[in-house]
């Protein structure tokens, strides 16, 4: 681990470039390939791409980018409302000259990968979101009805605890124990990335994720803020089959809005696809952007 506590994988470098007045971190693989960019989720940075990382680096440039106020990018007051944090990933493409790119995102990071397809189509070749939502709820459905029992999400908004709650490693590994199958890997990863949230500054952005998304996000999806605009990128959606956060009926209702999509469920394989199964995530993901 290097000094400030970042894990360090082999080969990879780290690159920090200014967006929006933050300094947003990358780990990149480095290499000729044709660059393949990964968003993560909460709780998590761009560690829990380690395994697909190491499985693509001989074919791609691989690119991991910590959303801003996760990770070692900057946790700003403001500045998590889902378009903006789209914004962020473009501003990143644009300071690493990257004019078009693979893209994956998992949770949040599929979330913000969508929006980045529909607002900026021409940077983004192919797209993988994994377990996440999307941004064409149905008539005050959608995500939060794909979420029974998840009240974590308001607690994690909430003024004056929800800092606390999402700073709690006992949170973080009830949460990710919970909606996994292979508790044994998951957990192991907590250890890497409970610290960060620890940080003050660090748990109020989470609480700024879940907040401006049940405050403002949401609210504005369903009143139609996508409703003209269509998923125009050849998309594969990822999602395991034991995930019991989205399931099959509000994961495929996105073909409404997409010209050319299909759906692979991973067997065995719970909310975390890229720490559960790098290896089937990986192998989708070479075959799709190939």
């Known amino acids: 681990m290097a000094a ?14 200014d967006v929006r007045g933050a300094r947003m971190h990358v780990a990149d693989s480095g290499g000729d390939g044709p660059p393949v960019v990964l968003l993560h989720g909460w709780p998590q940075h761009w560690w829990t791409w380690r395994g697909v990382i190491e499985l693509l680096r001989e074919d791609f440039r691989v690119l991991a980018i910590d959303l801003r106020g996760f990770g070692w990018s900057d946790a700003t007051p403001r500045g998590y409302r889902k378009e903006e944090l789209a914004e962020d990933v473009v501003g990143v493409l644009d300071a690493l000259d990257l004019q078009s790119v693979y893209l994956a995102g998992h949770d949040w990071g599929g979330v913000v990968g969508f929006i ?13 979101p994994m377990s996440t939502g999307h941004i064409w709820p149905r008539g005050g459905l959608g995500i939060p009805a794909a979420l029974p029992g998840f009240a974590y999400q308001g607690l ?6 929800g ?11 009830t949460i990710s124990n919970a909606i996994s199958t292979r508790s044994d890997l998951v957990m192991a990863d907590v250890e890497r990335f409970a610290p960060r949230f620890a940080e003050p500054q ?7 994720v879940y907040r401006t998304f049940l ?10 803020r996508f409703a003209d ?17 989205l399931k099959r009926r509000s994961v495929e209702e996105v073909s409404a809005h997409a010209d050319d999509v299909g759906f692979t469920y991973l067997p065995d394989c719970g909310h975390f696809a890229p720490q559960e199964h790098p290896d089937l995530v990986a192998d989708a993901l070479r075959a799709f952007f190939a």
């Open 4 to 17: 400030d506590g970042m894990p360090q994988l082999q080969g990879v470098e780290h690159h920090v470039v």
């Open 229 to 245: 605009q269509r998923l125009t990128t050849p998309t594969l959606w990822l999602n395991g089959e034991g995930d019991p956060v």
């Open 116 to 128: 980045v397809c529909v607002q900026h189509p021409d940077r983004v070749r192919r797209y993988v």
């Open 156 to 161: 994690l908004a909430s003024p004056g605890i």
């Open 163 to 173: 800092h606390r709650i999402g700073a709690s490693p006992r949170v973080l590994r």
């Open 202 to 208: 660090r748990a109020r952005a989470a609480q700024q």
């Open 215 to 224: 405050l403002h996000d949401y609210s504005s999806w369903v009143r139609g």
